[in-house]
């Protein structure tokens, strides 16, 4: 059985116990499950670019394990040239990314 297969059963499955209570049809399960896999394509491909962002950018983005953080170095030149860290979990670097490199 393939993904879609199983997709569609299950999609199936969902409309015969709650479509109802949703106000949908069984005759409108192909409409819901189109719906329901253009979202899931839709955010995979939007996870699939924020980790080639991370890819990219991995020369100034460290995971650090211990705390489950990431840290995005930022170069700050005016005066004396530093070097400071952001710390980040990866639900907040995913919004910095969405918000500001997307």
């Known amino acids: 059985m393939t993904t879609s297969d199983k997709l569609r059963e299950f999609g199936q499955k969902v409309m015969r116990e709650y479509g109802r209570w ?12 189109s719906d329901l896999t253009a979202l899931i394509s839709e955010k995979q491909a939007e996870y ?3 980790v080639k962002w991370i890819g990219f950018y991995l020369t100034t983005l460290y ?9 995005r170095t930022r170069f700050d030149i005016d005066g004396i040239p530093t070097e400071e860290y ?15 490199e997307q």
């Open 48 to 50: 699939f670019e924020f």
């Open 22 to 33: 949703w106000g949908i049809e069984e005759k409108d399960t192909d409409k819901f499950l």
């Open 86 to 100: 952001d710390e980040y979990t990866t639900e907040e670097l995913f919004e910095y990314w969405k918000t500001n």
């Open 63 to 71: 995971y650090r394990d211990i705390d489950e953080k990431w840290l």
